[in-house]
């Protein structure tokens, strides 16, 4: 098996953000047998995103993407996944009482905008984030595993480590 990661993020490209999820991830794949053949980042515009998916689910089994979960306008990597599959989106409870936890711990009131984050493509399983309001996402289909993760750091990382690598390993 081999991956291919995939950030996405105006942010990275400029330089505003250094890439440590990449470099983490290659590493961490690489200690679970799934070297990455190659690391990429493309900017929060639709037509390049789907163009790098299209590339990848070509060339590795495992596709692992960081990046675009939030809820700004810019922020589109789950749409695109959903287009990318030909997905509907379904609001996912479970996610919708987390997200609404975290502002309510912090007596804040819940801008719409954070509802989105609980649609998710009916295609994926979702990977439970206990440290931010983005879930992970995982689609296994044709013999491919894709991932879709945060890119804030240590939300990848804890998806990683206890929806990903767990996932990976059984397989």
């Known amino acids: 098996m081999n991956s291919i ?13 250094v890439n440590t999820n990449a470099a983490w991830l290659g590493k961490e794949l690489l200690a679970l047998g799934i070297p990455a053949k190659r690391i990429v980042t493309v900017p929060d515009d639709e037509k390049e995103i789907l163009r790098e998916f299209r590339r990848a689910v070509k060339e590795a089994d495992v596709i692992v993407v960081t990046g675009g979960l939030g809820p700004t ?29 975290i502002f309510a711990r912090r007596n804040i009131i819940m801008p719409a905008a954070n509802i989105g984050q609980a649609l998710v493509p009916d295609v994926a399983q979702v990977l439970e984030n206990k440290t931010g309001t ?23 990382k804890y998806i990683s480590q206890t929806g990903l690598f767990p996932y990976l390993s059984k397989k």
Do not use: R, W
């Open 73 to 101: 306008h810019d922020d589109i990597t789950v749409k695109t996944v959903a287009k990318f599959f030909n997905s509907k989106f379904v609001l996912n409870e479970k996610v919708l009482k987390h997200v609404k936890s």
């Open 134 to 156: 983005a879930p992970g996402l995982l689609i296994d289909k044709g013999g491919k595993v894709f991932c879709v993760m945060p890119g804030v750091p240590y939300e990848m």
């Open 5 to 17: 990661i995939i950030s996405i993020g105006d942010e990275v490209l400029i330089g505003q953000v």
